[in-house]
């Protein structure tokens, strides 16, 4: 009897042993965040012998094959979803919905690219400079912003370089409605928030002032504290007999400030009305904002990272970019929930509308499944079990043989 008998069992108890290593990690990361889970598959290890194909001298058809043993491979389940859940962290995102997206990292130290599905990023200063980084200190890829807000096409690191206070945005429009009163006042005053270039607000009045002895024809002057309003000719309003605004519907007035600044302002009044009763303000609309510090930095709708301030504005920093492969299964794990792309994956291809598809303040979980790996472990520990038995009649066959031959 060979020593070949042991094979078959001596493999099988090694497959197994592989495969619950491969349980056991699962479980292990089964709270890891953005972890694609694994699992082993077993082929057929045959020997040396040829096949043998052809009839038996019975006549009937045979197959003779030397069978060995079993071997196994890993497959990794890297496009199954794993559960979205809320964090409510500034800087953690999920990817939803696209099962072939993947974030960019870089590793700082050896310029490596590696791909993930793990978003639970922080801010990380490294020589004073504020860095998106995943878990693991690799820093975050994407699009920085520009001072008009838009992204750029160049892939880079993420930074996240904000003012800690921005200035007054200066008021360029104001539109109002409002009624002036048709009889029983001379004049009616309007009360406008504008601001200028380093001015947070002040307090413009418009008054509108009957013109003695024409009817529906008001005057249009302005006041205001710490500074002056002028125009480039004087403005009359003239209104129809039902009420409604004739002319002018807007106009341009310059307001200058105590510092010397200034910024030109259009009105638009087509909303004004001339109707009996008082002089209700209806609507106010302008486009200015005062200075405000920051508040926050968190990732937004369509992976837009933005700062927050004080006045309500929002000045965009950076867009996360998303890559896809056209083999994704077959990306190569590295350790820290990171993928590395080869020739089986293909390159990565950035996906153009990635936004789409994430999710802000919330997690990609594990798509580790402990039911189910637990069940796998019951099979795997069986199946280890019959090889050991095989391994040991083998054994005590051989022992006779032996005692035989003695």
């Known amino acids: 009897m060979a020593l070949s008998i042991f094979t078959p069992s001596v493999t099988g108890m090694d497959s197994q042993s592989h495969a619950l290593e491969t349980v056991s990690t699962n479980i292990a990361n089964v709270n890891t965040v953005g972890y694609k889970a694994t699992e082993t598959m077993f082929y057929t290890l045959l020997g040396s012998a040829p096949v043998v194909k052809g009839n038996t001298s019975s006549g009937l058809p045979s197959s003779n094959v ?82 008009d807000g838009s992204f750029g096409s160049a892939l880079g690191d993420i930074v996240l370089n904000y003012l800690e206070e921005i200035p007054a945005t200066p008021t360029t429009e104001v539109q109002i409605g409002a009624n002036v009163p048709a009889d029983g006042v001379d004049s009616s005053s309007y009360g406008i928030m504008v601001y200028g270039p380093n001015n947070n607000g002040a307090n413009v009045s418009m008054v509108f002032s009957k013109v003695e002895g024409q009817n529906n024809t008001w005057n249009i002057s302005f006041e205001m504290e710490g500074g002056t309003v002028t125009s480039a000719a ?9 009420g409604k605004l004739l002319s002018p519907t807007n106009f341009d007035i310059t307001v200058t400030w105590a510092d010397g600044s200034s910024n030109t302002v259009n009105m638009n009044i087509e909303n004004m009305t001339q109707y009996a009763g008082s002089s209700g303000i209806t609507n106010i609309k302008q486009d200015g904002k005062e200075g405000g510090v920051f508040k926050s930095a968190s990732i937004g709708e369509e992976g837009v990272i933005s700062a927050l301030y004080s006045n309500g504005q929002t000045i965009n920093l950076a867009k996360i970019a998303l890559s896809s492969f056209a083999a994704p299964d077959n990306l190569t794990p590295i350790s820290g929930t990171l993928f590395e792309a080869n020739g089986a994956s293909g390159n990565a291809v950035l996906i153009e509308d990635g936004g789409n598809y994430l999710e ?4 990609e979980q594990s798509t580790a499944n402990v039911e189910k790996e637990f069940s796998k472990m019951i099979v795997i520990q069986r199946a280890y079990g019959m090889n050991s038995g095989a391994f ?14 003695s």
Do not use: C, H, W
């Open 66 to 147: 030397d069978t060995t043993g079993v071997g196994y491979y890993d497959r990794n389940l890297i496009t199954s979803q794993g559960q979205v859940v809320a964090s409510n962290n500034n800087f953690d995102v999920a990817i939803n919905g696209n099962t072939n997206a993947f974030f960019t990292v870089r590793d700082s130290y050896s310029d490596d690219v590696y791909y993930t599905r793990a978003g639970n990023f922080r801010i990380q200063l490294s020589g004073g400079v504020p860095y998106l980084v995943a878990n693991n200190g690799m820093r975050v890829q994407g699009f920085a912003a520009g001072e």
């Open 234 to 242: 004087p403005i009359e309003a003239l209104f129809s007999n039902d």
């Open 360 to 363: 802000p303040q919330a997690l």
């Open 392 to 405: 040991t009649v083998a054994d005590e066959m051989l022992q006779v043989i032996r005692d035989l031959k």
